[in-house]
């Protein structure tokens, strides 16, 4: 991608340049802003980084004073609590000081934050667009009144090459990649896996990602009693999708009824793997059952087990062809592709 502005642009959200930490608000905040470095230049972008702003409130007001004196365009990327500092900042910006704001949604609730935020709708009209991550998203705010809701996919970058699953000796090896919370089904997939191998299957579970605090306890104590589970710590963003091409499917057991399009199930896109998901409300999106893997009921644990046990019976010329549908379905989430939406939109 061409260097396409000499003109600044700001970035507020998460960025945590010292990578302390790996959730999904944050790691997409970083690889937006990777993206724009690499279409206009480090120089050109201008930063507020958010991280922890309750307890270094002087610190990012005063870069968010910078970022609005030096830039006509801002992009923003904001939790629930971030939109609720800066969505007033931001709109009086837009429409009193002829600022440009591109919002580029964290997570898929925001239709349901306008229900106890009903003003919001007025700041999100006033900004130039705002980026969601599902169609049916795009959907729900319009009914809402938002007038320039616009899909644009979530996207990552991985370096190095992709591996392979190995089966040694039969062995089916399962990992997770998310937050470790029982919201994320951790527990679920931990007991399919203790059940599926009391049946005489042979299959391990890695679980990578941040361990929650109000689950680290009940996560070590179920983890010590599971042979078959290991914890791997966490791993850097850009080397996710080379971490999972190595299993034979990746689980996403949510629980979490506001999960959006997740970036974990991308890694395993992008990687060629397959997934066994529950189906949260943006499933159909990202996924096909029995073309990339195998949905199931949220917060089922038979079904869970049960789609596991289906994937494991599949022949391998059936995984080998579930593989390469996901890759196909990865294409849809490439940063080359998010990157001309954001440059088109960016320069008009």
Request: net charge positive.
């Amino acid at each position: 991608m061409s260097k396409g502005s000499t003109k600044k642009i700001g970035l507020i959200g998460r960025i945590d340049p010292d990578c302390r930490l790996f959730d999904g608000q944050t790691v997409k905040t970083r690889m937006m802003y990777r993206l724009l470095c690499e279409m206009y230049g480090e120089e050109s972008i201008v930063t507020v980084d958010t991280y922890d702003y309750k307890h270094r409130a002087p610190v990012v007001m005063a870069n968010f004073a910078r970022c609005l004196a030096t830039c006509d365009r801002l992009v923003v990327l904001l939790s629930t609590n971030g939109r609720r500092v800066f969505f007033p900042l931001l709109s009086f910006a837009s429409k009193y000081m002829g600022k440009k704001v591109y919002h580029n949604l964290i997570g898929g609730w925001l239709a349901s934050n306008l229900e106890k935020y009903p003003k919001w709708v007025n700041y999100l009209n006033s900004f130039e667009v705002n980026w969601v991550e599902a169609h049916a998203l795009v959907e729900r705010l319009t009914v809402k009144g938002v007038r320039n809701a616009e899909y644009l996919p979530n996207f990552k970058y991985f370096s190095g090459s992709k591996a392979q699953a190995n089966h040694r000796s039969g062995e089916f090896r399962f990992c997770t990649f998310s937050r470790v919370m029982e919201q994320k089904g951790i527990t679920d997939a931990m007991t399919a896996v203790e059940q599926l191998c009391s049946e005489g299957k042979q299959c391990r579970l890695d679980v990578y990602g941040p361990i929650d605090d109000g689950y680290k306890q009940d996560f070590e104590r179920i983890i010590k009693s599971s042979p078959h589970v290991e914890y791997k710590g966490c791993a850097a963003p850009e080397e996710s999708v080379q971490i999972v091409a190595g299993y034979d499917a990746l689980l996403f057991p949510t629980k979490w009824k506001l999960e959006g399009i997740p970036g974990t199930i991308i890694d395993a896109l992008t990687a060629g793997v397959p997934v066994i998901a529950s189906k949260w409300q943006y499933y159909d999106e990202m996924l096909e059952d029995g073309v990339t893997g195998f949905g199931c009921e949220m917060g089922s644990q038979n079904e869970l087990t049960g789609a596991m046990r289906r994937y494991i019976a599949l022949e391998d010329t059936r995984r080998t062809a579930m593989r390469e549908a996901c890759l196909k379905r990865a294409q849809a989430y490439s940063p080359e592709v998010v990157g001309e939406i954001v440059c088109r939109e960016l320069s008009r």
